[in-house]
């Protein structure tokens, strides 16, 4: 798992960095069906949003349908607040929540951009894991609150039934 602290000034050569491994095949797997992120979840700090692909990379995709690192950036500004950290799920299934309390620690007003390929299962099953192990919010609630705010619902049963039988 990638995950960055970052400030401003370093979010667009770190989210770069992670494109040293781009696979071409994202296009093909109907990423562009899918907006390109949500709004932050009510009352939190996550943002959840599609894989970002960096200008130099999407210059073949049409201009209405990319989603670069520079707009994830800026979409953060438009929610009136800063990208402080971004969390990669694109090539794992794991993260640490630790790594989320120390973000919130150090930036308590930032925003935690968190991406898997199109921004809904496992990034609707970390958000809601968070949300429901650590916030003690009751699964339904996490599940439809991201829905909400990502504009899509979790698709695979298996997160959704794994998320409703906690708590």
Request: aromatic residues 14%; charged residues 20%; glycine residues 6%.
């Amino acid at each position: 798992m990638l995950i960055w602290q970052l400030t401003f000034t370093e979010c667009r050569s770190t989210i770069r960095h992670m494109w040293t491994r781009w696979p071409t095949s994202i296009l093909a797997n109907g990423w562009v069906d899918y907006k390109p992120l949500g709004a932050p979840l009510r009352g939190t700090w996550f943002l959840p949003v599609k894989l970002p692909i960096p200008w130099h990379k999407s210059q073949h995709i049409p201009p209405p349908l990319r989603f670069t690192e520079t707009d994830l950036i800026e979409a953060c500004r438009y929610f009136g607040s800063q990208l402080v950290c971004v969390i990669d799920l694109t090539y794992t299934n794991y993260y640490d929540p630790a790594v989320i309390d120390e973000v919130r620690e150090k930036f308590p007003t930032g925003l935690i951009a968190v991406h898997c390929t199109h921004g809904i299962n496992r990034t609707g099953y970390l958000i809601c894991r968070y949300l429901i192990d650590h916030l003690d919010w009751p699964p339904e609630d996490a599940l439809e609150e991201f829905a909400l705010a990502r504009g899509y619902g979790i698709e695979r049963e298996n997160f959704l039934q794994d998320l409703r039988s906690r708590k």
